[in-house]
């Protein structure tokens, strides 16, 4: 199973939230956790955030033990790729016999399958236009003796509501070098989009900790909420490392005439 998804899509068929698809996944089937080896899983910024604090480790030695990263050839940015283990290539995080150990932490990814999400934005529309496809994995019995779920019920089940949303502040940011028209980074630029998308607690290091003149250039109320809730700091992240390389000028004055942007 080392292709990724697309290998195996059925682009035919394009879902939205009520429409309707069969699939069930249960331990008593023979294929149980068969797909939790030899796989091509990119982890998103908010998996790493979420998966990091389900096993008590600071970004940093989360992304240097179980991670890879690799500059993407046709983005030309960092992409972070869970290192599978052993002969089977096995997921980390894969009890044998049990099942995954991180279930309640488990990527975006492995949430969504047997499900592939789209999200189309365009300048005339506020958020994106979300829809989806079926993957089908050639092991996967899932779709056999199945349950009949709607786009909507199968999303709240899987609780991807809040992943989709980070997901879409990480594809702003893919937007905006787009629209930047910009190739490639310098080693440096790397290293800012990894610490504010990736390595979050070296971003809140750097940036919350450190005497670092963009913080007190940025609003105390936003200051205020970033250090206090994690999720926010990630959002600001990534937001700081659009403007940063993409749109020129600090974060606390996107849209406002300011002397440094
Ligand atoms: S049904 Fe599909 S998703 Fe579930 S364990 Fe089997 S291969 Fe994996
Ligand atoms: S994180 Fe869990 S569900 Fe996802 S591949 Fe690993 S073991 Fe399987």
Known sequence: ??????????????????????FSCTPEKKCFTKCCHDL?????????????NRLGMKSGDFLRK???????????????????????????????????????????????????????????MEGVEEFFFIVREPDCLGFRDCKTWTVRQWKENEGLDEYNEMNDIFGELL???????????????????????????????????????????????????????????LKYGMRWVKKKLFQGGCLSCAGASCSTS
Do not use: W
Request: proline share 6%; hydrophobic share 35%.
């Open 1 to 22: 199973m080392s292709d990724g998804p697309e290998a195996y899509m059925d682009g035919s068929k394009k879902l939205t939230d009520e429409d309707t698809f069969c």
């Open 40 to 52: 091509s899983l990119v982890l998103m910024p908010y998996d790493i955030m979420v998966l990091k």
């Open 66 to 124: 179980y991670t890879s990263v690799h500059v993407g050839f046709e983005s030309g940015l960092p992409v972070v790729m869970l290192k599978m283990e052993g002969p089977y290539l096995k997921c980390p995080f894969l009890e044998e016999g049990k099942g995954c150990s991180v279930y309640d932490a488990r990527p975006g990814a492995c949430r969504t399958y047997p499900l592939a999400r789209m999200a189309r934005r365009s300048k005339d």
């Open 175 to 233: 937007q905006a070098k787009t629209e930047a028209g910009v190739e490639h980074l310098t080693a440096d630029q790397i290293d800012i989009f990894y610490m504010g998308c990736y390595d979050i607690d070296s971003f809140r290091q750097s940036f919350l900790e450190g005497p670092n003149l963009e913080r007190y250039m940025e609003d105390p109320e936003v200051i205020e909420v970033i250090s206090n809730d994690e999720k926010e700091l």
